[in-house]
T-cell receptor
């Protein structure tokens, strides 16, 4: 497709389980971002990749959260030992290059931790 | 770090009237200010952005103004239409720093 693709669109899991969320950015976009959006709030920055490397992971809330982008395209956000407070919509965005600020967001993965 | 405050949280406007949403930011190093529109079940979509070297930018019915001294910027939508109903987010960043900080959002409802 032409846009940012995120899977799954919905994930329900139990407290303590491991979760992976996948993001497929727009082809050719070098930068990739993960944001988290809680109900009624704005997106909250988690991590930013330029190519394969995490250029800024200062938004990851704790060491249960980890993200990879091994080939500079698809990215996976991994959450270990999920907690109820992790419930949110996880948004992925990509950006074409350094001279444009526009982020193209996917529709998000809604995570519910029971 | 940057803190962005946004007001109002909800706004109802009669179709055809104008809507104004205001944001303030805290970091004087911020120089990039985009506005995103989010419809239900969708990701945010950029509608307009402004850099700190200009005070105003317009795109058809949408305009953004920036006051660097006061550290605030506003979104203006004129001749509102039902399809303008959505949640709008302001954001700020230092363009060299990729971390975009969002406001808490404004739910805009256009009353037909």
């Amino acid at each position: 497709g032409a846009g940012v693709s995120q899977t799954p669109s919905n994930k329900v899991t139990e407290k303590g389980k491991y979760v992976e969320l996948r993001c497929d950015p727009i082809s050719g976009h070098t930068a990739l971002y993960w944001y988290r959006q809680s109900l009624g709030q704005g997106p909250e920055f988690l991590i930013y990749f330029q190519g394969t490397g995490a250029a800024d992971d200062s938004g990851l809330p704790n060491d249960r959260f980890f993200a990879v982008r091994p080939e500079g395209s698809v990215s996976t956000l991994k959450i270990q030992r999920t907690e109820r407070g992790d419930s949110a919509v996880y948004l992925c965005a990509s950006r074409k290059g350094e001279n444009t600020g526009e982020l193209f967001f996917g529709e998000g993965s809604r995570l519910t931790v029971l | 770090g940057e803190n962005v405050e946004q007001h109002p949280s909800t706004l109802s406007v009669q179709e055809g009237d104008s809507a104004v949403i205001k944001c303030t930011y805290s970091d004087s190093a911020s120089n990039y200010f985009p506005w995103y529109k989010q419809e239900l079940g969708k990701g945010p979509q950029l509608i307009i952005d402004i850099r700190s070297n200009v005070g105003e930018k317009k795109d058809q019915r949408i305009a953004v103004t920036l006051n660097k001294t006061a550290k605030h910027f506003s979104l203006h939508i004129t001749e509102t239409q039902p399809e303008d109903s959505a949640v709008y987010f302001c954001a700020a960043s230092n363009f060299g720093n990729e971390k975009l900080t969002f406001g808490t959002g404004t739910r805009l409802t256009i009353i037909p």
